[in-house]
């Protein structure tokens, strides 16, 4: 079993995949680490942003990179790039982008490993084994290693950063599987002198060693991810003007799906919905479709997850919101609602942990007040 | 809203008027059926503006007048009235033609049809009200056509002009007329103001098409891009400008058959060069000057000419080889500057030298910065550039000759 | 539950939740952030006004993220403009149809036109344009100035809208300044109204309380003439909080009583929602702790910080004229004289 990337003798490329915003100062922290650990040695590099990410937006992927050369001339071939077309290891510091990565209209979403090089590694920071993770990834196409690094995606925001170390355990899960480029003893060393940190240097050699590898050879994943690729019109098919078409009434956007920058989603109750609108109305994706018989449900190819419609749904455990990894499709579920009631339940039930027995009814949650009627005056004078 | 009167519409012959280029042009506004204008007082265009006041306050014209905040609001109203299929009208000059340079510049990449007149005026610092054209030259690179008018009744011409090949499909870009600052837009010349019958022979109705922003046609316009699809979109903004040339001269010879003026040749004029050995080449009213001296310098036996320059963009470099190589040498004379450029020279200078860089035939080409600030061209100066102009025809160039300032004190 | 279209192009006030229209002109599939009040704006916005409607983005959020790349989720028709233009835009496209109709080159009927401005392009650049469309009654028009309360497009810096304290890109907390933005929010709808009488309608509303804010705008579009609606819209990625708090962050700026809820028609103010509720003293205002303690950007304030917040919400409260829409204070001398009596609104001490 491979458990050492093959990568170019004179350079290694390394980028992260993060949830932007979420995780835009945990990447960068990554990125720079490595570099400058990899200086230590006397080796150079660099590290940037993918432009085109940027402006970043909560949930919605985006790209850090690092590249580590022997020399400036070697690194030469890596400056004044947009970004790298083929890379060494790729990391997902969210287990949920391994169901695919999509940044904006006209890109499609992209499998996990599609710019890593045969014989490169997918590192994912994960709580699930190797297995769960892998069923979620689409086929590979080439041979890669796959790495779990121990512990949850770690989230925070702009102003307030989350220390939880979970930048050094993904520097040790780097310096595992890319000894060559990412010294373990260099890592030691860097975040020592930043941070004078004892635990923070333990949490490096942690991911050292409790990062879990498995090789994955062609044909091994998931075959159940949608494939969206466009072609992009030249000059003469566009239309003069900076013109594109509008959208039609009904349709939502066809070369922008929005489901793969969500790190959870929405599971609906239909039994205890009391079909007060609120989720329909303050959804800012629009995600809701109104049924026949007045339920609102979620279009998971629109959903972002952003958990809005769970907080103003005034019953308590009618609106859940649940890891994206659970769950294979994107397909609307009223339907089978509908028709197999049981099944639907069942499937609350197992997705969400909740029971979906309507006898155990609609309280009026804490949090959820605010959702009341009240909430929302009917009139501009404030009559209510 | 303004009490209306009835008055005597003008009658459908033509007239003539004595007029300056700024008033001109309002009778082209109202020849146009323009829709919309957005207006901003500063010097030396606004004439244009007044004078279009005027004659909607008199029920001449019908078109929505709007007073802006500033120049910046002035160009945007009016590129946002044409987006949704207005025929528009606004200007400006100097330093307020750059508070506009953002719309300005947006404008040519939505490819809005928009027509404005540049009064030429000096940038600051200091404030000068004089005639330079850097102001109408900084939109060069952007996708404005732009030309330059000698006389009153040339930026009357022009105007209509600049709607019929701006508003074309094929081009579709916004187009810009320097007037030069108050030689052209204060002096009062006779002009013939053409009917409307054959105004409307020559301008047909602007039609976005299926680019009209309205809600019988869903459209979105200007998404944001990126590398993927802003070179694409430059592509095309180039063949238009391209295609510009075809259209100008199609436009030309409709307006030479409707109204009986124009010139030979669409992009230039040529003043007694037939057999000239030297011509001095320039843009607007720095002409008049040019001429009086060049019939001064021909009675003294000097075989010298001018050759006139009306549209700067697109630049027909055809057109300006051959005429160019005929010449021993050639004087260009820049109503600008461009400090820092290659020799020093003015921004005609430099696009006369690149486009002549591929001829077989290469004349002499000597550099003259004039007349800037609103500086006549006085008649010693002229003959101090055809001095130099033949001394380098006979001598050659020597580096330190190539541009001159003519008429500084030291 | 009527599926309402709006051919007609009247635009009657919305009763209650269950009659807001099903039409979505604004869909799926544009680029913002989890939980993006401002994109919840832009979708309620065009429900309230209908598909006859023309609209104009100027550069932001709204338009970046909502069209990235070469794509869009507007279903009416949508044209972009320039940062601080959307004034300008207002105004060009509104004298555009009229002056068309006028003169019987398109069909005369009734098409709303709409700008809308973030805060930066609205309250900083774009001021000086949207002033002058408010005075130009023959035209109508809304200008609706969405307030994520930075420049949010460009990665988050402090524009006027911008609360005191808070961090952003230009204002970062540090060891030697711990506030680097100690200006106090421009009074933006508040401005507009005082300033621009011939302007029968502004308002300033929240997508927290969505029917009173899409009737908001249906009174702006009917009552024609140039019109301005401000909305604040809770944003997480400036403000640094979990998406999912956007709607209660929402109800906290308006119950906390930093953000006024109002209207003022034809020079008559009104206010709506919980701010009357506030006012009339049947509900307390919170305190603004509640409020700022939920948000990163405020993560780094000290005591005297929070203080000076509540200092001057309340001042606002107890001595302007209007809360949150005039400033002024009338000496009690002259108060008869000016036939302003200035009782103290009803129970202002928060909850």
Redesign the interface.
């Known amino acids: 079993m491979a458990s050492v990337v093959v990568t170019d003798p004179t350079s290694i490329t390394i980028e992260i995949v993060y949830r932007?915003?979420f995780q835009k100062t945990l990447a960068q922290r990554i990125c720079r680490s490595v570099v400058l650990a990899a200086r230590k040695r006397g080796y150079t590099g660099t590290a940037f942003g993918r432009y085109?990410d940027?402006?970043?937006?909560?949930?919605?992927p985006a790209k850090y990179f690092a590249v580590v050369a022997i020399n400036d001339l070697e690194l030469e071939a890596s400056m004044a790039k947009?970004e790298p077309s083929v890379v060494d290891i790729a990391v997902a510091v969210d287990d949920t982008l391994v169901k695919g990565v999509e940044s904006?209209?006209?890109y499609g979403r992209q499998p996990i490993w599609k710019p890593v090089h045969a014989g490169g590694a997918v590192l994912v920071t994960s709580d699930k084994p190797a297995a769960e993770v892998l069923a979620q990834t689409d086929k590979a196409e080439r041979p890669y290693l796959l790495g779990i690094v121990p512990g949850l995606a770690s989230f925070a925001?702009?102003?307030?950063y989350k220390d939880d170390h979970t930048d050094y355990r993904v520097l040790g899960a780097l310096a595992k599987v890319a000894p060559n480029w990412v010294r373990i003893e260099d890592v030691k060393t860097l975040i020592q002198e930043q941070t004078k940190d004892g635990s923070a240097v333990a949490s490096a050699q942690e991911g050292y060693d409790r990062t879990q590898l498995r090789d994955v050879k062609v044909g091994e994943g998931t075959s159940g991810h949608e494939v969206l690729q466009f072609e992009?019109?030249?000059?003469t098919a566009?239309?003069?003007?900076?013109?594109?078409?509008?959208?039609?009434?009904?349709?939502?956007?066809?070369?922008?799906?929005?489901y793969g920058?969500r790190t959870l989603r929405p599971v609906v109750n239909f039994d205890t919905c009391i079909k007060?609108?609120?989720c329909w109305?303050?959804?800012?994706?629009?995600?809701f479709e109104?049924t026949p018989e007045?339920h609102y449900e979620v279009?998971y190819?629109?959903c972002?997850?952003?958990?809005?419609c769970?907080?103003?749904c005034p019953v308590k455990d009618c609106i859940v919101?649940v890891d994206e990894l659970k769950f294979e499709d994107n397909d609307d579920k009223w339907q089978l609602w509908k028709t197999d009631h049981a099944a639907y339940n069942a499937w609350f039930e197992a997705k969400s942990g909740v029971s979906a027995d309507p006898k155990r009814l609609a309280v009026a949650s804490s949090?959820a007040e605010?959702?009341a009627?009240g909430?929302?005056?009917?009139?501009?004078?404030?009559e209510d | 809203m303004a009490v209306e009167v009835k008055e005597k519409q003008p009658s459908d012959v033509e007239t003539e008027q004595l007029a300056t280029g700024c008033e001109a042009i309002a009778e082209a506004i109202r020849l146009a059926d323009v829709d919309v204008m957005a207006a901003y007082p500063i010097r030396p265009y606004d004439g244009v503006m007044q004078a279009a006041a005027k004659l909607i306050a008199n029920g001449k014209m019908d078109v929505e007048y709007i007073v802006a905040d500033g120049e910046h609001s002035q160009f945007e109203i009016v590129k946002h009235a044409c987006a949704v299929g207005s025929r528009v009208f606004v200007g400006s000059s100097g330093v307020g033609w750059f508070y506009a340079m953002e719309a300005i510049a947006v404008t040519a990449g939505l490819r809005l049809p928009v027509v404005a007149i540049c009064g030429n005026r000096a940038l600051d610092d200091p404030g000068a009200f004089g005639c330079e054209h850097n102001d109408a030259l900084a939109v060069r690179d952007l996708g404005w056509l732009l030309c330059w008018a000698e006389t009153a009744q040339e930026s009357l011409d022009f105007a209509l002009t600049a709607w019929r090949v701006g508003e074309d499909k094929r081009v579709s870009l916004p187009v810009a007329i320097g007037l030069d600052g108050a030689f052209l837009t204060h002096s009062q010349q006779i002009v013939k103001i053409p009917t409307q019958a054959a105004v409307k022979a020559f301008l047909p109705k602007f039609d976005l098409g299926d680019r009209l922003l309205h809600p019988d046609n869903p459209i979105t316009i200007a998404p944001q891009v990126d590398q993927d699809w802003l070179m694409e979109i430059r592509m095309q903004n180039d063949q238009a400008m391209r295609k510009a040339l075809d259209v100008i001269a199609e436009a030309h010879a409709d307006f030479k058959r409707l109204f009986g003026r124009g010139g030979d040749n669409p992009y230039l004029d040529e003043y007694m060069t037939d057999d000239a050995e030297v011509v001095f080449i320039g843009q607007g009213t720095l002409s008049l000057p040019m001429k009086v001296a060049i019939r001064k310098l021909r009675k003294e036996g000097h075989k010298v000419g001018l050759v006139r320059l009306k549209w700067f963009r697109p630049f027909a470099t055809a057109d300006v080889v051959k005429s160019l190589s005929r010449f021993k040498a050639v004087g260009v004379i820049d109503r600008d500057y461009s400090f820092g450029s290659p020799y020093y020279g003015g921004v005609l200078y430099n696009e006369i030298r690149s486009a002549m860089y591929s001829a077989e035939k290469r004349p002499t080409i000597v550099g003259f910065i004039a007349a800037l600030g609103g500086r006549e061209i006085e008649q010693p100066m002229a003959r101090e550039m055809f001095d130099k102009l033949t001394a380098a025809a006979s001598g050659g160039l020597k580096s330190g000759d190539i541009t001159h300032w003519i008429g500084v004190r030291n | 539950m009527a599926v309402e279209t709006h051919g007609t192009g009247t635009l009657p006030q919305i009763k209650g939740v269950k009659d807001v229209p099903y039409d979505e002109l604004f869909v799926s599939g544009h680029r913002t952030c989890q939980g993006c009040e401002s994109a919840l704006v832009m979708r309620h916005m065009v429900k309230a006004s209908g598909p006859r409607t023309i609209v104009l983005g100027s550069t932001g959020c709204m338009y970046v993220a909502n069209t990235t790349y070469y794509t869009t989720p507007w279903v009416v028709p949508w044209m972009h403009t320039q940062l601080g233009a959307s004034g300008s835009a207002a105004l060009g496209t509104a004298a555009g149809l009229k002056v068309l109709m006028r003169k019987g080159k398109i069909k005369d009927e009734k098409i709303n036109v709409i700008a809308f401005c973030g805060d930066g392009g609205g309250a900083d650049m774009g001021i000086g344009a949207i002033s002058a469309t408010l005075t130009h009654k023959d035209y109508n028009s809304l200008i609706l100035l969405y307030d994520n309360e930075s420049y949010a497009n460009t990665d988050i810096q402090l524009s006027s809208q911008t609360p005191y304290g808070a961090v952003t890109t230009f204002s970062p907390s540090g060891t030697t300044h711990r506030l680097m933005h100690t200006r106090w929010k421009k009074n933006m709808p508040g401005m507009m109204a005082a300033g621009h009488p011939e302007s029968r309608y502004i308002a300033a509303g929240c997508a927290a309380y969505a029917v009173d804010l899409m009737n908001k705008i249906r009174k702006a579009l009917e009552l024609g003439g140039p019109t301005f609606v401000h909305t604040l819209d809770p944003c997480p990625k400036g403000w640094d909080y979990h998406p999912q708090y956007s709607q209660e962050l929402g109800h906290l700026a308006v119950e906390t009583g930093i953000w006024p809820l109002y209207e003022v028609i034809d020079g008559v103010c009104n206010l709506t929602g919980p701010t009357r509720q506030i006012a009339e003293g049947r509900k307390k205002r919170k305190p603004v702790y509640e409020y700022l303690k939920r948000q990163g950007r405020f993560a780094h304030f000290a005591d005297e910080d929070v203080e000076h917040f509540q200092a001057t919400v309340d001042k606002m409260w107890t001595e302007w004229l209007i809360p949150g829409v005039i400033p002024f204070t009338v000496p009690q001398k002259d108060q008869a004289l000016l036939r302003v009596e200035k009782k103290p609104l009803h129970e202002q001490q928060t909850a």
Do not use: F
């Open positions: 932007g915003i085109g940027s402006p970043e937006r909560n949930g919605v947009y904006w209209a006209w925001g702009l102003w307030v992009k019109p030249g000059w566009m239309r003069p003007g900076v013109i594109v078409d509008a959208r039609k009434p009904g349709e939502r956007n066809p070369y922008y799906k929005k920058a007060c609108t609120m109305l303050d959804c800012p994706d629009e995600c109104v007045g279009v190819e629109a972002i997850g952003c958990g809005i769970a907080q103003v919101m949090k605010n959702a009627p909430a929302n005056p009917t009139t501009a004078g404030g």
